[in-house]
């Protein structure tokens, strides 16, 4: 038996995209070389892995088995390969992932560090919702993100997960709107009222809605539109109520027209985190470099923000 390890990756490409095309795509091949190399993987075991009466091709129940075993054979050969290629010199290509959140805060100086460090390595960056960016880098997409998930989040067993740090995200106000008082409101004091916010998909909106209603109150959307700081510029005009990390609020032009307004029942604060698989090889350093850079854009000090 004749195994090719290039016959194990396609395979594995084709069940995780469920489209030969789409694994073909993220693989660098041409669809027929994918189909060869299965072909080749069922030649040397002697069955048929995939049900190809079906559109898109499915692994049928041996195809299901033999997937699984052949994730625990490249993550084997992924350990083994970085036993010698930690050390060696980075080049090819970074694929990093961040949050909407992360790319507001500013990584102006992400690229900058990495042509610094790294003038070989080709650097690309996408931003996306913390939950998309968990299932790219799962699927191999991407090389590394940073995502903003619960403390007690449980991730998929072939992603190594390291918390970075809390981040603090505050309900905001216009300022006057909300008279102060020495204990903070609760979300049924702000049952009338009305949220700015991102649109589906995002994990603090999905938070916010969950809380409400668990406590059986309604939510009522003003706008939902994409970005930070438009959400900011509407809130400041009294539009409504809105989300913000402590970062984003001291970098924000409208910080003297709005407040943060204490809440005693919801808490939307978060974790950062760095995800990657288990084994990036010669990216591990730079991808301690993306993590090390996004974690220091969210320690600003508020009197420089200010200035």
């Known amino acids: 038996m004749n195994i090719k390890i290039d016959d194990l990756v396609c395979f594995v490409a084709t069940v995780h995209h469920q489209s030969l095309s789409r694994a073909a795509e993220a693989l660098g091949l041409t669809q027929p070389a994918v189909t060869r190399r299965i072909q080749s993987l069922e030649e040397s ?29 490249l993550r084997e050969v992924d350990t083994l390969k970085a036993l010698v290629e930690t050390e060696s010199t980075p080049e090819g ?8 959140s992360v790319a507001e805060v500013g990584v102006a100086g992400l690229l900058d560090a990495f042509r610094s460090s790294y003038p070989t390595l080709d650097v690309t960056v996408s931003a996306r919702w913390s939950g998309d960016l968990v299932k ?19 991730f998929p ?14 309900v905001v106000s216009v300022a006057g709107a909300w008279p102060q008082r020495p204990t903070p409101y609760q979300l049924r004091d702000l049952r009338n009222s009305k949220w700015i916010v991102n ?21 009522h959307i003003a706008m939902d539109a994409f970005g930070t700081e438009l959400q900011l510029k509407f809130v400041s005009e009294g539009l409504g109520l809105g989300l913000a990390t402590r970062a984003q609020i001291e970098l924000s032009q409208y910080r003297g027209k709005i407040r943060v307004l204490p809440i005693g029942d919801f808490n939307p604060s978060t974790d950062l985190w760095l995800i990657h698989t288990h084994a990036p090889g010669n990216l591990r350093k730079p991808i301690e470099l993306f993590a090390d850079t996004i974690t220091g854009s969210f320690e600003l000090d508020p009197t420089s923000a200010a200035a």
């Open 93 to 100: 290509t970074l694929r990093m992932g961040i949050t909407q």
């Open 199 to 219: 649109p589906d998909g995002c994990g603090f909106r999905a938070r916010l809605q969950r809380a409400l209603t668990d406590l059986g109150l309604p939510f």
């Open 157 to 170: 067993p072939t992603l190594a997960a390291r918390r970075l740090r809390s981040i603090e995200m505050l």
């Open 45 to 73: 075991l002697g069955a048929i892995l995939l049900d190809r009466e079906t559109k898109p091709p499915k692994p049928n129940a041996l195809g299901r088995r033999v997937f699984a075993q052949c994730e625990q054979v």
């Open 136 to 154: 790219q880098v799962t699927r191999g997409d991407l090389d590394a993100a940073t995502v903003m998930l619960p403390a007690d989040t449980v």
